[in-house]
């Protein structure tokens, strides 16, 4: 009986601590959800981007292609060579899903550098970067799970999980904990490194604000693509493990 109180006790304590918030945040208020309003506002910025740029390329295409689409095309073929490289020769399928992982995180950590959200007043909160917070990075790695469980099971079946008692069954639970840590490992490398990067461009606005800042921030612009590519590329690294089954 002592042991479930302390249980219980424990639930209710991390129950307390998960409630806790820092800083300020706007929330909208959808049917019975209640959702943060800043990371839609820029998420929807941020794929309005991706989808007028697409459509002012595609809608045209020309014979002697301009700018742009060789800019387009030129992105395309390297999804794909990525895809490739990770997945083997069934990548095609996931080219769509490698490519957008790649572009909606590249496109939101450059904009947290070269958009001025701060100038948009909020009645509570501000405006940041999509993967400046947490809620989206882990949606992300999340969604990521789901694609590699599916490529295993829509090719393997049951038999996928298999991958869990190889080489040995002694082997069972850090194969199960390891289902477990990809996520947490890829949410929390990108909201990390997008959150540190605005940290320290800002405290060095705040105490340099001319020239020191500059270098940083085209620094910031070169690690927050870098950082796209990981993603990306673990994602497609993980889609081609469960589905050849090797490590």
Not at 27 to 40: C, E, I, M, R, S
Not at 176 to 202: C, H, M, Q, W, Y
Request: hydrophobic share 50%; charged share 10%.
């Amino acid at each position: 009986m002592n042991i479930l109180l302390c249980s219980i006790n424990t639930l209710k304590r991390l129950y307390e601590i998960s409630s806790v918030e820092v800083g300020q945040h706007l929330y909208w208020q959808l049917g019975g959800f209640q959702v943060h309003a800043q990371v839609l506002i820029t998420s929807w910025v941020v794929i309005a981007i991706l989808l007028v740029s697409a459509i002012l390329v595609v809608r045209n295409p020309q014979t002697i292609p301009t700018f742009g689409q060789n800019f387009f095309e030129y992105v395309l073929e390297f999804i794909r060579d990525v895809s490739k490289t990770q997945i083997g020769e069934e990548y095609g399928p996931w080219v769509p899903f490698v490519g957008t992982m790649f572009l909606f995180i590249f496109v939101s950590n450059w904009s947290g550098a070269l958009l001025p959200w701060k100038i948009i007043q909020l009645p509570h909160g501000e405006l940041a970067a999509p993967t400046n917070d947490i809620n989206t990075t882990v949606a992300l790695a999340l969604l990521t799970s789901v694609a590699y469980f599916y490529a295993g099971l829509s090719k393997k079946g049951l038999a996928y999980f298999g991958k869990y008692i190889q080489p040995t069954p002694i082997l069972l639970p850090i194969n199960i904990l390891e289902d477990f840590t990809k996520p947490l490992s890829l949410s929390f490398r990108l909201f990390g490194n997008i959150l540190a990067d605005e940290l320290v461009v800002v405290v060095l606005v705040s105490l340099v604000p001319l020239v020191v800042p500059i270098p940083v921030m085209f620094l910031g612009l070169f690690t927050s693509g870098i950082q796209a590519l990981i993603f990306a590329t673990l994602a497609a690294a993980y889609i081609g493990e469960s589905m050849e089954g090797h490590h």
